[in-house]
């Protein structure tokens, strides 16, 4: 796991209680869940088998986890999960979380399942930098494209696209250029541009 993506986990992991959304019936649903661990492959976190989320990720095995903290970072990830076998997890997930062995005394602790998102992919969004930034992690397999408009090789470098971008993050050349890192991806300089040069960001 590499610096971006571990970073982003743990502000997951200190963030805590998040939203995780899934289908429902071909419709989005979300809630707020508490991630519970977070190891070298990836993060853990648990719910009640009565639990329409339960079901849900039976049904679908996927996951949407978005969170921001107290200096204005957010993380989001999509991911890849499974129902962790046996109990050995779920003893470790409530070492970390006591708290959780109290709302779930003795016996009824049974009915909690661990699930672990061992594939993923997501975005560290950094609202907090001037002007805002992006970086992009993967995980367990997953790739990621980078963030960002593209200019393409039609660009005449007419400059329009410059007065457009409300962050300033275009600079002329032959071909201009976007950091993509810094790109608001609001697609106000593939509007204002005369060739049609400037391709949108690829699906994270």
Known sequence: MDEVTQRALNILLKVKSMTFATINQGEPDARIVNVMLVEEDGIYFTTGRGKHFYKQLEQNPKVAICGMNEDLVAVRLIGDIRRCEGREMMHRILERNPLLGNLYAGETIQILEPFHLFRGKGEIFDLGHEPPKKERFAF????????GFRI?????????????????????????????????????????????????????
Do not use: F, H, Q, R
Not at 140 to 147: D, F, I, Q
């Open 140 to 147: 367990g397999g997953a790739t990621v494209n980078p963030p």
């Open 152 to 204: 393409t090789a039609k660009c005449t470098a007419c400059g329009a696209c410059v007065d457009s971008c409300p962050v300033g993050v275009i600079t002329e050349g032959d071909v201009y250029s976007i950091e993509g890192s810094l790109c608001l991806e609001c697609g106000l300089c593939a509007e204002v541009c005369p060739e049609g040069a400037i391709d949108p960001p690829g699906k994270m």
